[in-house]
């Protein structure tokens, strides 16, 4: 629509940014749902896979609780997922500026291209920076230990 009201080629070209742009504000306003989208997405992934243990250089079942028994019993879980979906919208804000400057500086025949690897570039980025963090944050010492009991439960 911007590119037919302008007439511009550069702006269907920016039309990439601005609709990665839009996904990283739902990602940020996602934080004020009861779950944020990273937690609504990896759950299917990762809730009830083995966990790599360092200690014992195996893979190993993680505890038995779900990841809603773990978002309501620890905080720390809950933190983990905000500060997961903080990264993730800054890096798609991210990866949407650098789209919309390459449509306005580049030679037009480079950004079609260009626009095609960014978001394999991000997402490698991203995958690394989230497992780094999840490893910092215990994030998996948690699937594999789990919260523990509270008082006067039986385990």
């Known amino acids: 629509m911007l590119s037919l009201a302008t007439g511009s080629p550069r702006a269907l070209l920016a039309r990439d940014g601005m609709l990665t742009a839009a996904w990283a504000l739902y ?67 991210a990866d949407a500026v650098i789209r919309v400057i390459m449509a306005a500086t580049l030679p037009l025949g480079l950004v079609p291209g260009l626009n095609g690897a960014l978001w394999p570039l991000t997402f490698v980025i991203l995958q690394v920076i989230t497992n780094v963090y999840f490893y910092r944050s215990g994030f998996w010492r948690i699937l594999r230990e789990g919260a523990p009991a509270r008082p006067g439960q039986h385990v």
């Open 27 to 93: 990602m940020y306003a996602s934080m004020l749902a009861a779950r944020p989208v990273t937690f609504v997405i990896a759950r299917p992934l990762l809730e009830g896979r083995r966990v790599y243990d360092p200690g014992s250089r195996s893979w190993k079942l993680p505890a038995p609780q779900t990841w809603d028994e773990l978002w309501h019993r620890l905080p720390r879980f809950r933190r983990i997922w905000q500060v997961c979906t903080l990264i993730w919208g800054t890096a798609v804000l």
